[in-house]
């Protein structure tokens, strides 16, 4: 198999502008974390600090967010990106609540930090008190989380899809990406494989999606997308489903 993509095509936006063809591109997803890492090699500088960027593969979403920082690496520009868990951080509130609703409190959370873009599914639970000192939006959510375990609910978790959508929830209900299932067979589309772990060419394919290796279907639990010109890989990590 050849290690060079001729089909897909990357494609950039910055603040709806169309951008030239990257050097490289990475993007890593993860269901332990509500974490996205994702970074854009250039060979000019793209946008500043701040600015909406979109990424795509051929018509399919990869990632959509902002630039967080630009710095020079080599003879590259790294543009360094992020979701809306950059706002989850850099946004306080003081959470003070006696008898509250747990959706209450996650919508108040979620517009102090500014994200109005959500698919939510909160469990019909009110908390007898749920406060703290001046915290990060994202450190009140996983301590909502964790007050919520308290009353049984255990599986719930977050993070951003692809495109800069907070989903919470669990795996059972909107805590998960929903994009197509895509099959995945040795000697066709798989580079590689060794134990819960296959090699294949990029795909707008993120954790927690449904797909099928050689029949059995499985759980994606990591994600690990490389886009270059030479060597374009994606790296699934998954588990039974």
């Not at 089909?7 to 709806?16: A, D, M």
């Not at 890492?37 to 990424?55: F, H, N, P, R, W």
């Not at 299932?181 to 090699?199: D, Q």
């Not at 099928?212 to 039974?240: C, D, M, P, Q, V």
């Amino acid at each position: 198999m050849s290690n060079t993509i001729l089909t897909q095509k990357l494609r950039i936006s910055v603040n709806g502008s169309s951008m030239p063809q990257a050097v490289h591109f990475s993007l890593i997803t993860d269901s332990a974390t509500a974490f996205t890492v994702a970074s854009l090699d250039t060979l000019s500088v793209y946008g500043k600090a701040g600015e909406q960027i979109l990424i795509t593969l051929d018509d399919a979403v990869l990632f959509t967010g902002e630039i967080l920082n630009v710095s020079r690496v080599g003879q590259y520009q790294r543009h360094t990106l992020s979701d809306g868990c950059n706002r989850l951080c850099v946004h306080c509130i003081l959470p003070a609540y006696r008898k509250e609703s747990a959706s209450r409190i996650l919508s108040d959370i979620l517009d102090t930090a500014g994200i109005d873009t959500k698919v939510m599914t909160v469990p019909d639970v009110v908390l007898s008190r749920f406060s703290s000192p001046r915290i990060s939006c994202y450190t009140a959510i996983v301590q909502l989380v964790e007050a919520l375990g308290e009353y049984g609910h255990t599986d719930i978790r977050f993070f951003f899809d692809a495109e800069n959508r907070l989903r919470f929830g669990t795996f059972a209900d909107t805590a998960k990406n929903t994009d197509d299932e895509y099959s995945f067979t040795s000697n066709k589309n798989i580079i590689s494989h060794r134990k819960h772990i296959i090699e294949t060419f990029p795909l707008p394919l993120r954790h927690s999606q449904i797909i099928s290796i050689n029949g059995e279907k499985r759980k994606t639990i990591r994600t690990e997308l490389t886009y270059a010109y030479k060597k374009s890989r994606l790296f699934i990590h998954s588990e039974a489903a």
